[in-house]
């Protein structure tokens, strides 16, 4: 355990007087694609920004390679080799695609900014396309891999993903998450992703965590809580999508 | 227009990296250049034709057209001969420049016409002065005209590159004022000396301003600036002892020309010179001045939309939680932006202070901060041309209807209604990215066969 990546234990968020998270243990090994899945306000977001200290953790501990991240600010935690695309996007939409991409390489020296460009290119051509088209005109799927890769520019070692999923088509998520795999395989990028579509997201994971009510339930490899009778009834009704 | 030009392009594509464009060694396309200036003359004509050329007079018996087509050539002469030199000079570089880069449809657009317009205004800008039919009213319309479209330029570093909405601008021009007439009258600094102090001290007060509001957006920031404002301006006004209450400085030193002062007699600028004493001359130096102030505002502006710091302010305007996870400091992001913009606007109240040689709190009331955010507005925020535009409009028309006296209000209310119904985001809303990668090579010969590479 000690030679977790990021480790989240005992935390505890609160909204003013509301609580969201109630004592969460997570543990992110170097090399995985975990994932956290879960309904609605279970408390899914909730942890990837308390990962990223908005807001910060009341109670418990968050640790990455070792060092305490649990009261640091965001952009200090952002300079140390974690990225996150966050919930929605968020895009820059009135800059251009390169111009976004030239943001998320804010934080680096810029010595490897050509070969970076190169290499999120080759993941998603389609982006190449659009360089000096403005962000907010690129279609949803378009967007969402601009996240993404504006997130790989900054060189990370871990990459955060907040639904990438959100509001695509199947195809796109398809390809989205093959991209994921590739990254992981290829680069040895470790991805910690939240998902709703969680038949996706379990099936691309080495491990899972189940989420309700800001408590993990249930953990287990990603096929193996696909093959749960409980996370079936649970997230996969009305069949795979 | 476009048959002939795809025409024109697809012959001497080849040929034209070294005829279209010219090379470093000197190749120049004469007839491309004079085609150009023979043009933009031609546009100078239609313009000017109108605008200088005809006049409504009143005479018995209704108005009557007076013509003036001395004016006319004379404007048209200059753009033409402007246009050449412009062409032989300065635009004569050598390809591989930012230019040859850019998509052919945003250089068609901001290219062309925003720099027809751009050196149009500049060259009327630079020329005042000595335009013919220019008065002492026209240039002192002209400084106070240049004072607005600086103090536009410096809150667009706010407003329009950070997305902070400062209601309060005109506190750090107050703060530029007072720091030069406290200083000159006080300690006898002279107005070189005192303009470096001025751009600090109101930096200084921008970040003063920036602490309380870093974790205010939208309204809340609006009114927190506006508040900031009036209380510099009350506070203006009550100290007494220290800033002359509601009686003001008085007497501030005019600012010299290289230890020259514009008086008459032994020793003043005309003395030196051997020219007779005019008081043009102050009035004229004075101009200038401001006309260099605007330009240094405008080129660091321009410059730091170019640098990391430009491009952390952009977008944190565009979202703040992206930039945080992105690792850029929202601290120190928008405390510099506070502090630049408010140093602007500081340069720009210590000259107000050496021209009117008198201030007052009067001076820096609610109503100079809506105008100049007004300015920022129509112009079409993060644009520098549409902000000169608006600040032209908006102070020349104050001007203009000065005789409706209490309609004048009216009007600009009106206007900017207008102007917020045709063109919701500003006169000039197209933001053009700031950095090109080097595009297709067919884009680069495109460009040259538009005959501005």
Not at chain 1, 142 to 148: D, H, K, T, V
């Amino acid at each position: 355990m000690s030679q977790a990546m990021l480790e989240v234990s005992g935390v505890t968020t609160y909204y003013g007087n509301i609580v969201a998270l109630r004592g969460v243990d997570v543990h992110v090994n170097q090399g995985e694609i975990v994932t956290l899945i879960g309904a609605n306000g279970a408390g899914k977001s909730t942890l990837m920004m308390t990962i990223f200290g908005k807001p910060q953790a009341r109670d418990g501990r968050i640790t990455y390679m070792g060092e305490d991240i649990t009261r640091m600010p965001t952009h200090k935690i952002a300079r140390l080799s974690i990225a996150q695309s966050p919930e929605g996007r968020r895009i820059f939409p009135r800059m251009t695609v390169f111009e976004n991409l030239q943001m998320g390489a804010a934080i680096t020296d810029g010595t490897h900014f050509q070969s970076d460009l190169e290499k999120v290119f080759a993941f998603f051509p389609r982006l190449k396309e659009r360089m000096h088209q403005r962000g907010g005109t690129l279609s949803g799927g378009e967007q969402q891999m601009l996240a993404i890769a504006r997130a790989l520019m900054s060189r990370p070692k871990l990459l955060l993903l907040d639904e990438p999923s959100l509001g695509l088509a199947p195809l796109i998520v398809k390809q989205i998450f093959e991209s994921l795999r590739t990254l992981n395989q290829e680069d040895g990028l470790t991805v910690f992703l939240v998902e709703q579509n969680a038949y996706h997201a379990l099936k691309l994971a080495h491990r899972g965590y189940v989420m309700v009510n800001g408590l993990i339930t249930m953990t287990g490899g990603g096929r193996e809580l696909l093959a749960r009778e409980e996370v079936r009834a649970a997230y996969l009704e009305g069949g795979r999508h | 227009m476009t048959a002939t030009t795809k025409g024109a392009q697809d012959t001497p594509a080849k040929p034209s990296a070294t005829a279209g464009r010219p090379g470093p060694a000197g190749g120049i396309d004469v007839a491309h250049v004079l085609k150009d200036a023979v043009i933009s003359a031609l546009i100078a004509l239609g313009l000017f034709g109108v605008i200088m050329g005809l006049k409504t007079e009143q005479a018995p018996g209704g108005l009557v057209l007076e013509e003036n087509w001395e004016r006319v050539i004379w404007a048209v002469g200059i753009v033409f001969v402007g246009r050449l030199l412009l062409n032989l000079t300065i635009w004569r570089r050598p390809g591989g420049k930012i230019d040859d880069l850019m998509p052919v449809g945003l250089k068609k657009y901001s290219g062309f016409v925003g720099t027809a317009i751009g050196a149009a205004l500049i060259l009327v800008a630079l020329t005042l002065p000595f335009l013919p039919g220019a008065g002492r009213y026209h240039v002192d319309l002209g400084t106070l005209v240049l004072t607005y479209v600086m103090l536009g330029w410096g809150l667009n570093i706010v407003v329009g590159l950070a997305g902070l909405l400062d209601l309060g601008y005109v506190a750090f021009y107050a703060v530029g004022a007072y720091s030069y007439a406290l200083l000159a009258t006080t300690f006898d600094l002279g107005f070189w000396v005192c303009l470096p102090l001025a751009f600090i001290l109101a930096c200084f007060w921008g970040i003063i301003l920036g602490f309380p509001v870093l974790r205010l957006r939208g309204d809340y920031l609006a009114i927190v600036t506006l508040a900031f404002g009036e209380i510099i301006r009350v506070v203006l006004l009550n100290w007494s002892e220290f800033t002359g209450g509601p009686n003001g400085i008085g007497q501030i030193p005019r600012p010299t020309f290289f230890g020259l002062e514009f008086s008459r007699g032994e020793g003043g600028f005309a003395d030196y010179f051997g020219l007779d004493f005019s008081s043009m001359h102050r009035i004229i130096f004075l101009y200038y001045v401001i006309l260099v102030l605007a330009f240094v505002t405008h080129l660091v502006s321009v410059r730091l939309r170019k640098l990391p710091i430009g491009r952390a302010w952009e977008a944190m305007r565009e979202d703040e939680i992206a930039c945080r996870s992105l690792g850029l400091s929202i601290v120190r992001t928008k405390l510099t932006a506070f502090a630049i913009g408010a140093g602007f606007g500081g340069l720009a109240g210590a000259f107000f202070a050496t021209r009117q040689g008198f201030i007052s709190p009067e001076s820096f009331t609610f109503i100079e901060s809506a105008l100049i955010l007004a300015i920022v507005v129509l112009g079409g925020m993060g644009s520098q041309l549409g902000v000169a535009i608006a600040a032209v409009v908006m102070i020349g028309g104050f001007e203009y209807f000065r005789e409706f006296e209490q309609y004048r209000m009216l009007v600009f209310g009106a206007m900017m209604v207008l102007i917020m119904v045709w063109r919701p985001r500003g006169l000039v809303s197209a933001r053009a990215p700031s950095v090109y990668l080097k595009e297709r090579k067919k884009v680069g010969a495109d460009m040259v066969s538009q005959g501005h590479g």
